[in-house]
C-alpha cells in the first residue's frame, strides 16, 4: 500500500465525527507535507502569485543548505584544530565512536564534515522534536492545522546557536520563542516578534556564560578561543589581525561562531536565492545594508581615542558576528517586518544603524544584530501606519 493510500483511507478517522477528529492538524500536517492538498479555492478569485506558504518555508530552508553544510564543516574543523592544539586523540562522549572511522585531522574535509555535523544534528533534533511538540498542542486545543512555519524557524534557530550548547538549554531556548514569542498571539501570521531570535534572546539573558564569551564558541571542552567580534570589541580591527584572522577567512567563515552565522559568501548565496525567488525583499536587505554602511562611515569619521570600535570599517563588520545572516534571514521576516515598500527600506537601515550603534558604543554586547531586530520588530507596524497615513494625505491633495 502507497503512502498516499494509507493516508487517504485513515482519513476518515480525524475528519468531523471521526474518533481522532481532534487530531486533525497532526494528519494535515504529515499529509500536507508530503503530498500537495487537495483543496482548491472555490468561487471567483484573484490570483496573484502561484506562491504558497508552503512552497515559500520551502524555499527559506533551501536558501540555507550552504550555511548548514558550512555550520558542518567550520564547526568540525574548528573542533579538529583545538583537539590538535590541545594534543587529543578523541572527542569525548559518543562522538568518539564514529570519529574513530573518520579521524580527527583538520585537513580532511569529510572529517570536519562528520564532526560538525555530530554537533549540529542534535541541536537540530532537539529543536524539531520539542518545537513540533509545542506547535501540534496549540494546533490540537485551538482546532487548527500545524503550520509549516516552524520549519523555517526550527533551522534559523538552529543555525544561531554556538555549537556546545546544552541541549537542555537549546530545549528551553526554542520553547520561549514558540509560546511567547509567536503561539500566545495566534500562531503564525499573528507574531511581531521573530520567534527564532526570540528564543535566543531569552538564553543570552537567562544563561549569558552558555551563549557569549570566549569560551563556548569552539566546541571542545577546555579549549577557549575568542571570536573575531569579540575581540575586536576589546581591540579593534588591530586585535583581530594580530590574532591571525584576515578578511577573506571571515568573509569565508573559517573562524570561531555560531554555527551557521559564520560564513557570509554562504549566507550570500542563500541571499541570491531569496531575493530571485521574491521570497524575501530587496528593499529590507538593501536597507539592513545601508544603515550599516553610513552608521559605521559615521563612527570612522568621528574617531576616539578610547573606543577602537569606531574606527571598524564596514566591510568588517559585514563579516564578523551574525550581521549577515540576520540581515538576510532574520530581518526578511515577512511578518515580523515592515510590509509597506517605503517601511521596509526605513524598517532595514533601523536595523542596520541600531546593529552598528550597539555594536559600537556598547562594548559589553558586540554582537548587535539580535537585539536590532527584534527592536525594529517592534517598530514595524508604527512605521507602517505612518507610511500609510502619508500616503493618505497625498492622495487627498492631490485630488482636492
Sequence with gaps: MSARNFLDNIEPHFTKGGKLEKYYGLYEMVDTFLYTPAEVTRGKTHVRDGNDLKRTMTFVVIATFFCILMAWYNTGYQANVAMEAMGLEKADGWRSLPMMIFGYSPYNPLSNLVHGALYFLPIYIVTLAVGGVWEVLFATVRGHEVNEGFLVSSMLYTLIMPPDMPLWQVALGISFGIVIGKEVFGGTGKNFLNPALTGRAFLYFAYP???????????????????????????????????????????????????????????????AFLLYTRIASYRIVGGVFLGMLMMSSVFNFIGSDSNPMFAFPWYWHLTVGGFAFGMVYMATDPVSAAMTNTGRWIFGMLVGVMTVLIRVVNPAFPEGIMLAILFSNMFAPIIDYFVVQANIRRRVKRHA
Excluded at 215 to 222: K, Q
Excluded at 235 to 257: C, H, I, K, N, S
Design 209 to 271: 556564560a552558555s551563549i557569549s564569551g570566549d569560551s563556548v564558541w569552539v566546541a571542545v571542552d577546555g579549549y577557549t578561543a575568542a571570536t573575531p567580534l569579540g575581540l575586536a570589541a576589546s581591540g579593534g580591527l588591530d586585535a583581530v589581525q594580530e590574532a591571525g584572522y584576515g578578511w577573506m577567512q571571515t568573509f569565508f567563515g573559517f573562524m570561531p561562531g555560531c554555527l551557521g552565522e559564520t560564513s557570509t559568501v554562504a549566507i550570500l548565496i542563500g541571499c
